[in-house]
């Protein structure tokens, strides 16, 4: 069975995921791609990783992104209607956090549905905007894992919606489709991974959307 470990990452503790099975990958990297490589180095060599996925394109997540597929020569994958926020300093808030930001570019654009099989594991890709327009979780449905982004966290909170992008609708459908899935282990964007009661944690998040909308 596939590894998982939570890197929290520099400037304001987004987690960073590192999935080790037969194929590496990335779920997300961080502010500070040589704080990253040099944890990532701990487990792997960064020529072995595979993929880098971005939930969304905010600094905290994926500011580190251009830096890290140099360095390893990993495919870089997010969702298609990311891609305004992703390169653009004021709207992914590196200029905010006073960060140099390299720009990046995709292997390839999702826009949800597609499967990767990493070896053990598979993860699907769940288009979730709301929190930014092109924000994904991914779900592995074997062993009921989310990895949900900015769009849900433990204890029925949920990312905010009031950055450039954001839309409080689009985040309650977004979460209407999470409380579908069968999810045991949460992997969120911020705080500490989370199991037993998920579903109940999931269904408190879309409440607490709603009142929002
Ligand atoms: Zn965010």
């Given at each position: 069975m596939a590894e998982i470990y939570r890197i929290v990452t520099p400037p304001i503790q987004g987690n960073a995921y590192l999935i080790v099975d037969e194929v590496k990958a990335l779920v997300d990297v961080g502010g500070d791609a040589e704080f990253l490589l040099s944890k990532l180095k701990r487990y792997i060599?960064?020529?072995?990783?595979?993929y880098v996925f971005l939930t969304h394109g905010h600094f905290d997540h994926a500011g580190a992104a251009g830096k890290v597929v140099d360095a390893t020569d990993a495919k870089l994958l997010f969702h298609k209607e990311e891609l305004p926020i992703l390169n653009d300093p004021m709207r992914n808030g590196s200029r905010l956090f006073g960060r140099s930001f390299t720009p990046v570019k995709p292997f390839r654009l999702l826009k949800g549905g597609e499967k990767f099989s990493l070896g053990s594991i598979t993860l699907e890709v769940i288009y979730t905007p709301?929190?930014?327009?092109?924000g994904i979780c991914l779900y592995e449905g074997k062993y009921k894992w989310l990895f949900s982004g900015d769009t849900v966290f433990p204890h029925g909170n949920i990312g905010r919606t009031?950055?450039?992008?954001?839309?409080s609708l689009l985040l309650v459908e977004s979460i209407e489709k999470l409380v579908k899935l069968d999810v045991e282990v949460l992997y969120p964007g911020h705080d500490e991974v989370t199991t037993g009661d998920v579903k109940s944690q999931i269904q408190q998040s879309l409440e607490f959307a709603r009142i929002f909308a």
């Open positions: 060599q960064p020529e072995e990783l595979e709301g929190h930014t327009p092109g009031d950055l450039p992008g954001g839309n």
